[in-house]
């Protein structure tokens, strides 16, 4: 079963607005991860948090974390179109062999020019 | 730098047809490597993972295998495919100690 769970399971928003993003998760873990996938195409990393963290930055990316509700959320800020993708949070538990991460469903966002 | 080529980048196969997906990473050594699929629309659903060469796990139980004949190098076979194997598959490769998975751009497999 999936450990992550993203929600809203697709968002559509005008250029400019904010998007966030939540993500829901069962076991403990060692970090969360946010990746972005367009169309296609593979993933790519955008951001980590680790469970001692619970805020963390980068360019217009704001990823939060709540540990004890098991949560994380991600806010893109002044969205663009290319921001356009689906994204996906993937936890690394405490538990477990070779850093298997584990995605959720994703959330599939849509930027209007 | 690193790099990671998989191939073919899209196939079409009848069922009951082999297949075999091939996975390389450059640019670095003894990765983690790792297979996922996904079902459109869907998230990712790990298949194998590799900690080195001829090491192999599996995570769901199928009709699909896995091989790590070099270190650098993950093939994901089948001698019998099903329609149900439809889907996007992707290699993904982990710096061993280090916490964040880079992605090939994935094969599209289409049985029919």
């Known amino acids: 079963s999936q450990q992550g769970e993203e929600d809203p399971q697709a968002l559509s928003i005008q250029e400019g607005e904010n998007a966030t993003m939540n993500c829901s998760y069962k076991t403990s873990i060692n970090n969360l991860q946010w990746y972005r996938q367009n169309s296609g195409r593979g993933l790519v990393h955008l951001i980590l948090i680790r469970s001692n963290e619970r805020e963390k930055h980068s360019g217009r990316l704001r990823v939060t974390l709540d540990t004890s509700k098991k949560s994380s959320s991600l806010l893109i800020t002044a969205s663009r179109a290319a921001d356009t993708a689906s994204y996906f949070c993937?936890?690394?538990?405490?538990?477990?062999?070779?850093?298997?991460?584990?995605f959720g469903s994703g959330t599939q966002l849509t930027v209007l020019p | 730098s690193q790099t990671i080529h998989q191939w073919p980048a899209t196939l079409v196969q009848p069922v009951g047809s082999p297949l075999s997906l091939e996975c390389t990473v450059e640019?670095?050594?003894?990765?983690?490597l790792y297979w996922y699929r996904q079902a459109a629309g869907r998230g990712l659903q790990l298949l194998f993972y590799?900690?080195?060469?001829?090491?192999i796990s599996s995570e769901v139980p199928q009709n699909l295998s896995a091989s790590r004949p070099q270190d650098r190098q993950f093939i994901l076979s089948s001698k019998k495919l099903l329609l149900s194997d439809s889907g996007f598959y992707l290699c993904a490769w982990r710096e061993n100690l280090r916490e964040t998975q880079y992605f090939g751009p994935g094969t599209r497999l289409l049985v029919l």
């Open positions: 640019g670095t050594s003894n990765p983690n």
């Open positions: 993937a936890t690394d538990p405490t538990s477990g062999s070779a850093r298997q991460l584990t």
């Open positions: 590799s900690v080195g060469i001829g090491q």
